[in-house]
């Protein structure tokens, strides 16, 4: 069985300091694992993925992700934190020997405060 | 490009009633997954649909079933509705493989009375 924890409901840092929002997975084969982003009343938009390759993978606004295979870890990270990445954050898994089965992590809330 | 569209977008039923709710993908995409939203239980993954076919589903019961048209857009259907039906459920897109990325649509809000 595949799953995916986001151990933080929220996270919040100050305007321009560096933000890490936490994802860890499990799955049986190889991992292809997603970032997305929740703004309110707005629908969920794909921010980065992983699927093999260089370890560091860069996304939308600024976003990057480090996968780590030992700790099975997939964390969002952002230098500069703005009052605009305040929003809803889901780490997704899929396993390629499970086809067509994506597993979300519960969401953790980004409050970036000025 | 047109986005993933969802209709209804709002639905108000009672207990017991069926409902269908309809998705139509990013021309192109054949694959369409959905998902039920609710705020305790996060996005739980329903069934996902390629090609016609249902490729994997998620662990709901049986009144949750779906289908996928020759042109990608898909159906869901819930019959015998619960209270615990309540919720968000979205659909997305993706162009082909596992590997890709998905589109959401703005999903279609029921409520069970």
């Known amino acids: 069985a595949q799953s995916v924890a986001q151990p933080e409901d929220q996270v919040n840092v100050a305007e321009g300091n560096p933000l890490t929002v936490k994802c860890t997975y499990s799955v049986s084969g190889n991992p292809y694992l997603f970032w997305y982003v929740q703004y309110p009343n707005r629908g969920l938009q794909f921010l980065l993925k992983?699927?093999?390759?260089?370890?560091l993978v860069k996304g939308s606004y600024g976003f990057e992700a480090e996968f780590n295979k030992s700790q099975t870890s997939f964390h969002l990270k952002k230098p500069s934190a703005l009052v605009s990445d305040s929003a809803l954050y889901f780490c997704?898994?899929?396993?390629?020997?499970?086809?067509?089965?994506?597993?979300f992590g519960d969401g953790t809330t980004l409050t970036v405060k000025p | 490009k047109a986005g993933v569209t969802q209709t209804p977008r709002y639905l108000i039923k009672t207990r017991g009633q069926q409902v269908t709710l309809s998705c139509s993908p990013i021309?192109?995409?054949?694959?369409v997954s959905w998902y039920q939203q609710t705020p305790g239980q996060g996005l739980q993954f329903l069934f996902e649909?390629?090609?016609?076919?249902?490729?994997n589903k998620g662990n709901f019961p049986g009144r949750f079933s779906g289908r996928q048209f020759s042109n990608s857009r898909s159906e869901m259907n819930v019959s015998t509705l619960e209270l615990g039906d309540s919720a968000l459920y979205l659909c997305?897109?993706?162009?082909?493989?596992?590997?890709?990325?998905?589109?959401f649509g703005p999903g279609t809000r029921l409520t069970v009375l």
């Open positions: 997704a898994v899929r396993d390629i020997t499970n086809a067509g089965k994506s597993t």
């Open positions: 992983y699927i093999t390759g260089d370890n």
């Open positions: 997305a897109s993706s162009l082909l493989r596992d590997a890709n990325e998905q589109f």
């Open positions: 649909y390629f090609s016609e076919t249902q490729r």
């Open positions: 021309s192109g995409h054949r694959s």
